[in-house]
């Protein structure tokens, strides 16, 4: 999960077991919905029986069990063969990651101080900026448009 914490999409884990007969039947859609998704979400499977130590460390008491993970925190789990909770909580996620997913270039955070707030327009604040919000661009732009209006 170490790719998914350097760039925050979501991982999609499916925790099954071969003697499961529920986890069989979600496989397909396990399978059809990470081609949906690929390159917006990570999916993952986890053999129970091979990986027990992971298993128990993450609560997992019945197959299959899917955990939803975003920016190294687990934002949801259910246990159960659902299509509907599957598809809808992955697309949540992406959805959260796509909308999150900001860049701000030095030239462009200059050109909105420089048209906004011309005393922090300067290489110091502009470098002080990037330096206090390098891990979440998404949250700065919110703020930057809240506080001027742009």
Known sequence: MSEAKADGRPVIIDYYSQSCGPCHMIAPVFRKISKEFAGKAYFRKVDVNRNAQTAGSQGIRSMPTFQFWMKGKKRHQFSGADEHSLRQWTKLLVEEFERDDVEVTREAL??????????????????????????????MARLLKKKYGE
Do not use: L, R
Request: aromatic share 10%; no cysteine.
């Open 110 to 139: 200059e050109a909105f101080y420089q048209k906004h707030d011309p005393a922090k327009a300067h290489k110091e604040s502009i470098d002080n900026i990037i330096a206090k919000n390098s891990k979440d661009f998404a949250t």
